[in-house]
């Protein structure tokens, strides 16, 4: 049974320019001509890409120390508040994080114009951005208040590190009740007006390597423009979700927490993000190339929007109140065609991640890895698979012990 | 003729007036209204669908303009950032008049302002802020 191919080799390629690199869209027209063999042997790479709405995003800063020193107790950048219970000039920055006097929810869609993920794009794009930091004066730090300017040249580090990106698979979104509902989904009609998904089915990094065989922790990939890694599971790791015989999960599953350089990342690929009546986030550009070690990581990377099913989900009452149930499934090819049929009703979809993005990033990365630029980060160890027994838990109410 | 799409800007001492009325009454007019801001004792603002016998339809601009109203032709309107949009596609589903669309399957947004019915749904529900709204000069 067919042969194997190390990084070491893979990387020699891409050193030498003999790499061969497509992305996961072109694969599969590739499998359907020449077959699973064929291609195995001649492809050594496969790039994804995926562009949406990642909520768990963030930065930790290092803004460098005024004189007299401070220790930030609070700091705000752009009026957006910033964690600080880390050492005494770091601080991180989530992108869900919304201004102090936000008027939120209080007029009923709010708008949610500006937040964590909006100062981010704006230190991306060169922006200054203003910075304010009080401390209460400590014998080391004496200072109390700094108000200034900064823009992402002048801090020390800035590193985007996002606890949970990339979901594998994810929820086809609708709304059975009878009136519009605004959620991290989208505005959704009432009685199932319209349904709203979210991942770049065939194209999606983790859909195309089901079992996390070759996406680790140190696996290198295309972040928001610069160069980032894997540097974790992802929170929310749910490996051993259902799973078709294909393996891959038929609902939202395996997740990454990825790391990089601020500082080297674009606008175009880290996106403040507004969701009326729900808040604000970022939409993140992560491709992450599929190494093909043998035929079955080939056969991984060749699946196609029909093989990959998501399950419909009503937002209106039943993922509120966590009742586990789905209204069936559908395929991202029958998402992506603009139609499915929920409960016997034809029902216009959109998606909420952009597939021509995804492309574009796929595409990027292709050319980047076969220009010499970018080489395989081999992973030092595996996420946990569908054989570590994790399940996820949900938060118990309980007296005091 | 086919509709057109106009702009009328009432002075505030003439928004009391039942001028509407007198385009369907008089002239003959059919109207469907897209915007409308009036309010007592401040300058109107409307956006309407006008359309109806050629003759008559210039009749009744004129009248509305004898009264005072500033009738202008619909400039601009929605308009996209092609810049900022990301093709999310969030605001095909919601865009009641399918202006802003999916072309298949490269999956692109496309937004043709000739069907776009000025109710600006898409302002606030883009999450990036690509769409931008002028109506003949104003945002």
């Known amino acids: ?55 768990s995003s963030g930065a930790f800063f290092n803004f460098g120390h005024p004189k007299p020193r401070i220790k930030m107790h609070k700091v705000w950048m752009n009026g957006v508040p910033a964690y600080t219970g880390i050492a005494a000039v770091d601080a991180y920055l989530g992108c869900n994080e919304l201004p102090e006097h936000d008027p939120l929810n209080s007029n009923h869609p709010g708008e949610f ?61 609708v709304n059975v009740s009878d009136k519009m509902i605004y959620t991290y989904m989208g505005a959704l009609k009432p009685g199932v007006g319209n349904a709203h998904y979210c991942s ?42 259902a799973r078709g015989e294909n393996g891959v999960p038929t609902g939202g599953a395996g997740t990454i927490a990825v790391v990089g350089d601020l500082k080297q990342m674009k606008p175009q690929w880290l996106r403040g993000t507004s969701f009326l009546g729900y808040g604000v986030t970022l939409t993140v550009g992560i491709g992450i190339p599929i190494p093909i070690l043998d035929e079955e990581m ?69 050319h980047s890895i076969t220009a010499g630029e970018f080489l395989l980060g ?19 109410e309980k007296k005091a012990p | 003729m086919s509709p057109k ?43 309407m669908e006008l359309s109806g016998e050629p003759g008559k339809y210039e009749q009744g601009l004129s009248f509305l303009r004898k009264q005072g109203v500033v009738v202008e032709s619909l400039s601009e309107g929605i308009t996209r950032n092609v810049e900022k949009c990301t093709h999310c596609g969030m605001c095909t589903s919601i865009c009641p008049s399918g202006a802003l669309y999916i072309s298949r399957p490269s999956m692109e947004v496309i937004f043709d302002d000739s069907k776009c019915v000025i109710c600006g749904v898409c302002l606030k529900i883009c999450p990036v802020k690509a769409i931008e709204a002028s109506v003949n000069g104003r945002q």
């Not at chain 1, 090819?333 to 597939?355: H, R």
């Open chain 1, 1 to 55: 049974m067919g042969f194997k191919r190390t990084y070491s080799e893979i990387n020699e390629k891409i050193k030498t320019g003999k790499v061969v690199v497509v992305t996961a869209e072109e694969v599969i027209g590739m499998v359907e001509e020449k077959g699973i063999e064929n291609v195995a042997r001649e492809v050594d790479i496969v790039t994804t890409g995926t562009f949406g709405p990642m909520c």
């Open chain 1, 378 to 396: 081999e992973p030092v160890q595996n996420l946990p698979s569908a054989d570590s027994g994790i399940s996820l838990k949900g938060l118990q």
């Open chain 2, 5 to 47: 799409k106009i702009v009328l800007r009432f002075p505030s001492q003439i928004v009391d007036k039942p001028l509407i009325y007198h385009l369907v009454k008089d002239y003959e007019l059919m109207i469907n209204v897209l915007k409308a801001n009036v309010n007592p004792d401040k300058e109107g603002f409307m956006v």
């Open chain 1, 200 to 241: 770049a089915g065939q194209l999606s990094p983790l859909l195309n390597d089901p079992l996390y065989r070759t996406i680790g922790i140190g696996t290198r990939i295309f972040l928001g423009g610069g160069t980032g890694y894997v540097a974790w599971n992802g929170t929310q790791h749910n490996p051993c979700a």
């Open chain 1, 298 to 366: 080939l056969k991984f990377t060749a699946v196609k929007d029909e093989d990959i099913v998501a399950p419909v989900v009503d937002y209106s009452y039943d993922y509120p109140n966590a009742t586990g149930k789905t209204l069936g499934s559908v395929t991202y090819a029958q998402l992506k065609s603009g139609v499915i049929e929920v409960n016997g009703k034809a029902v216009p979809t959109a998606p909420i991640s952009s597939y021509i993005k995804a492309r574009e990033i796929a595409d990027t990365l292709k």
């Open chain 1, 113 to 173: 114009r500006y937040g964590g993920g909006h100062v981010i794009e704006d230190l991306v794009a060169g922006k200054t951005v203003k910075f304010e930091a009080s401390g209460y004066g400590t014998d080391c730090y004496p200072r109390r208040k700094i108000e200034t300017y900064i823009t992402l040249e002048d801090v020390n580090e800035a590193f985007l590190f996002n606890p949970r990106n990339a979901y594998q698979n994810y929820n086809v979104a």
